[in-house]
C-alpha cells in the first residue's frame, strides 16, 4: 500500500522522484529539513510560522541550504 508522502515542515506532496537517498527524506527540500532540525535544536521556535517572523535565522538557514545542495533550485523567497 504506497500512500502520497507529504514534507511534515511545508505540508506539500514529496516530489516523486524523492527517495531516502536524496538526503532530506522525509521532507520536500533541504529547506524544510533545516527549519526542522533548527526548529527541535531551539525550543523557542516551536512552529514555521515563527520562522518567517526571524528574518535574520531564516536567512541562516537559507545561507546553509544554497552550500549544501548547491544542485537544488534556489528559489529564495
Ligand atoms: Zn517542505
Not at 516523486?16 to 529539513?33: A, L
Not at 527549519?35 to 516551536?46: C, I, P
Request: charged residues 30%; glycine residues 2%; negative net charge.
Amino acid at each position: 500500500m504506497i500512500k502520497p508522502l507529504t514534507c511534515p515542515i511545508c505540508d506539500k506532496p514529496l516530489p516523486p522522484q524523492m527517495t531516502q537517498d536524496s538526503g532530506v527524506f522525509p521532507f520536500c527540500s533541504s529547506r524544510c529539513k533545516n527549519v526542522d532540525l533548527f526548529r527541535w535544536s531551539d525550543g523557542k521556535y516551536a512552529i514555521v510560522e515563527d520562522l518567517a517572523q526571524r528574518p535574520d535565522i531564516l536567512q541562516e538557514i537559507l545561507e546553509d541550504d544554497l552550500f549544501t545542495q548547491s544542485n537544488e533550485e534556489e528559489d529564495i523567497y
